[in-house]
C-alpha cells in the first residue's frame, strides 16, 4: 500500500510538471511576439502580418507542445530530485528548452508558417525563464523557509577547510532536512579563499582566526573537512579550536563517501587518538601473513580486545582452523558470532577453558594440534591484581608456563605472548608477573622446535577498561574525571597497531625475543583529560572538574619500555626494535617458580617476597589493601624463606615442568 500511495504521489507530481509546461509554452508563445511589440496585443494585430502570426502559432501549437514534453523527458525533466536541484539540473533545463525552441523554428519553417526572427529567440527566453522558475521554485522557497527558522532550532556551525570535503558538506548541510545545523562561517589557510563564498557562507580567515570567528558566530561546533591532512597538521589545528568551547568533529575522506562506508550526515567525533601528535603505525599485513596460511591457529584470551582483534586479522588470511580459548563465555560467544558472519568458510573452533586448568590446555593441544599461539589470556588490571596478586600468579604465570610446556609437548612452531611495559622494573603485582612470564619464554625457546618471543606494548586505547572510556563515561555523567596524579604519563598505542606489533613479531621471531613498539612521545593522562573535556564541549575545570585522586597500589608516575641491559636492535620495520635477552639461573629460577605456585595456591597474603626472588627489579610499595585491613608492612624476603621453607623445599618430579593442577 506505502509504495502504492508513492507511486500515485509521483504520477501526480509528474503530471503537474507536465500540465505547468503546457501552460508554459503557451505563455511562452503569446509573450514571444507580443515582446515584439512592446507587450502591446493592439500593436501587433495593427501590424500587415499580424492576424497571421497569430494563426500560424496556434496552428503549430499542438506539434509544438508535444515535441516540447518529448524533449523534456529526455532531459529527465520530470524523474530529477528537484528539491536538491543544483548546477547539473539547471544545465538540463536550459539545454531542453532551447532544443525545443530550436524544433519549434525548424518546423515552422519548414511548414512555411512565417514569423518575425526575433519572436524565435524571445520564445527561447521566455520559455527557459518559465520553466526555470517552476523547478527551482521549491528549492528557494525551502531555503527561504530554514533561514528564518533555522537561528530557533540549528546549532551554529563553523567548517574549517574550504576545499572538495569543505564543500561538500555545507552543501549538504544545507539542503538535508536531516541535519538541524546551520553552517555560520568557513575557515581556510589558503589567502586567495578568504573572503570568498561556499554556497553563500564566507571564508572568513586561517587557522589564527579561529578563537575570534568562534566567539564573533557564535559557533557551538566545528567540523574539521581536511581528510587529507597529516595528523602532525590536524593536531596543530585541534590545538586551537579545543580552545574554544565547541564540540569538535571531523570529516571522513570523500572516498568513504562514494564507497558508501559513512555519509556526511554521520560524521565521527573527534578521537583523543586524534591529539597524540604521530601518525599510526601502518603495517602491510598480508606481505607478512603468509605464515598462518593454512596453518592450526590458536589464540588464548580469543575473546579480549586484543585476542579478538588478532582473530579478525588471522581470519583475512586463510588459516586452516582458527581455535579461540576462552574462560569468558560472553566474550567468547560475541566474537565467534562475529567470525561465522564475516568470514562463513573459516574453520572455527571456539573453547571454554582456563589456562590455568593443566588437563584442559593438554587435551586441546593434543586434539587440535595447532602450529602457531598467540597467548593473549591474562589478568591486566593493575589496582585489582594488587588486591588479589595469587590470582595473577595463577593466571598470569602459571597458566602461561601451562600453555609453554603444552606447546613444547606438542611440537608447535611459533608461541607469541603478549606482555606490557608495565614489565620493565615493576612496581606492581600484574606487571611483575608479565615479567615473569617473558623469562618462562626465554628459557623455553632452546626446550625443543618450538619458536618463542614475547611481544612489549604500552597503553592500548579502547581495549576493555583503558583510560579512555572511563573518561568518556565520567564526562556523559558531568565528572568529575579522577586522574590519580598530574605528573603521570603513559605511552599509547591503538588495538590495531597492537595487533599489527603481535602479528608481525610473529613473521620476524626466530626465538627468545623481546618486540618493543616505538610508540613516541609518552602522554601526560592529564593532557589527555583535558583534551577530552574540551573534545566534548566542555571547559575544563569550570564545566568538568578534573579530580585527583592519588596513585594507586603499585602504579608508576612513569612506564619504561627496555631495561638497561636488554639493549635494543632494530628490525626491517624501522619502528618496531628488539629487546636483548637477560641471561639468568634457569635451574634456580624454576625451583623459585615451583614454590611461587605452592604459595599461591596457598594463598598467601605475602607472596610479594615470592615475586620479588624471581624479578630483582621487582619494587612493591610498603602497603598493599586487604579487604578487612588496614595497609599492613610485608616481612622482607630473608624472613620469608625461613618462615616458609616448607613450601620451598618441596620434592618436585621434574623442576622445569608445572604441577598438574587446576588452579
Known sequence: MKKLIENKQLLIRRMGLITYDVLAVMASCALGILLRFDLSYAKMMSTAGGYMWQENIWRFLPVNIVLTIFIFNIFHLYSSLWTYAGIPEMTSTVSACLVTSMLQAAGMIFFHFTMPRSYYFQYASVLTALVLVSRFAYRLFRTFVQKRTESARNKNVMVIGAGEAGNSLIREMNTSKYIQKSVMCVIDDDRAKIGNYIHGVKVVGGREDILEAAAQYDIDEIIVAIPSAARQQLKEILDVCKETKCELKTLPGIYQLVNGEVSVSQLKKVDVVDLLGREPIQVDLNSIMAYVTEKVVLVTGGGGSIGSELCRQIATHHPKQLIILDIYENSAYDIQQELADKFPDLNLKVLIGSVRNTKRVNDIFKTYRPNIVYHAAAHKHVPLMEVSPNEAIKNNVMGTWKVAQAAVDNDVDKFVMISTDKAVNPTNVMGATKRICEMIVQSYNHRGKTEFVAVRFGNVLGSNGSVIPLFKKQIAEGGPVTVTDPRIIRYFMTIPEAVSLVLQAGAYAKGGEIFILDMGEPVKILDLARNLIRLSGYVPGEDIEI???????????????????????????????????????????????????????SERLDVHSWIGELVPTYKYTPGVYIPGETHTEFKDAAEAVEEDEKLRTYNFKDYHKPVDSDD
Do not use: V, W
Open 547 to 601: 579530580k585527583f585522586t592519588g596513585l594507586r597500589p603499585g602504579e608508576k608516575l612513569y612506564e619504561e619500555m627496555l631495561m638497561k641491559e636488554e639493549g635494543m636492535q632494530d628490525t626491517p620495520n624501522k619502528l618496531i626494535h628488539i629487546g636483548k635477552p637477560i641471561e639468568f639461573d634457569e635451574e634456580s629460577f624454576y625451583k623459585k617458580l615451583h614454590a611461587l605456585d605452592n604459595a599461591s595456591r
